[in-house]
């Protein structure tokens, strides 16, 4: 596997994606218990934007970096407060420079009492994730496949918590290994909440995924969906979309409310969309 993250860090699917995965661990933090967060596929950690990677492609200028200049609506701005609260935290001086990937956003929105696991195979992005969180008694790194997890480390000894999966898509059918990691999961922690994120290339192959998770008879299941432009015959990455399982009941509103503020400030023309649908359970789409 030779993915590397940097060129994309802080792309519009990285806001997404990370707007979402905070709404649910502040969630969490409503309870008193302690709840641990497992993420199966971490990356580095922290990415630099000044990078000849992150510069290359240039990415996050679309996504991190209008979404920091916008000024929202109250209650859009409070919902993405504890997202970009970490992405402001990361970069003091106020200059945009360092964007956090998932591992870090929620070892920042951690209490004292919450754990975190940050799993990682390639070598050099385990290298660097180990080195960020070193000496952290809140935090464990582990260099492995992130597929393995989903038996190995599921379900955490607190009970409580998030498995959040998020892999490169990089090789054939990892949206069937997304489909069996979820069912493997969800059979030895039903009562866990798992949130998947997936590109919006192929519109036949996320379809076919959606059927997919809904024949696992999983009892439910949330999809949120952005595209910053409309569909063109080429496959590129026009949106990204999170499954949540489980989620936290004020989760679907939350989304309503950010999806569209999102869509309005990452939009590249006028067919760009969000959705927010149940797949299984609650009021699920006829």
Known sequence: ??????YHAGNFADV???ATL??????LKRKDQAFRVIDT????????????????????RGGIGRVLDTGFRPEVAELLAPYLDCVRALNPDGALTRYPGSPEIVRRLL???DRLLAIELEPKAHAALAARFAGDYQTRVLEL????????????KEKRGLVIVDPPFEIDNEFGRMVDGLKRAHARWPGGVCALWYPIKDFDEVRRFRTALTATGIPKILDATLTIRASADIPRLDGSGMIVVNPPYTLEQELRIMLPALRD?????DGAKWSVDWLAGETRPA
């Not at 596997?1 to 940097?6: E, F, L, R, S, V």
């Not at 596929?41 to 000044?50: E, N, Q, R, W």
Request: hydrophobic letters at 35%; zero cysteines; aromatic letters at 10%.
């Open 145 to 156: 496949d992130g597929w393995l997890a989903l038996g190995a480390h599921v379900p955490p």
């Open 265 to 269: 400030a990452l939009k590249t023309d």
């Open 111 to 113: 209490r004292d009492r």
């Open 22 to 27: 905070a709404r649910i661990v502040d969630y």
């Open 1 to 6: 596997m030779n993915y590397d993250h940097a």
């Open 16 to 18: 997404v994606k990370h």
């Open 41 to 60: 596929h971490a990356g580095s950690g922290v990415y630099d934007l000044g990078s000849e990677r992150a510069q290359k492609t240039g990415e996050w």
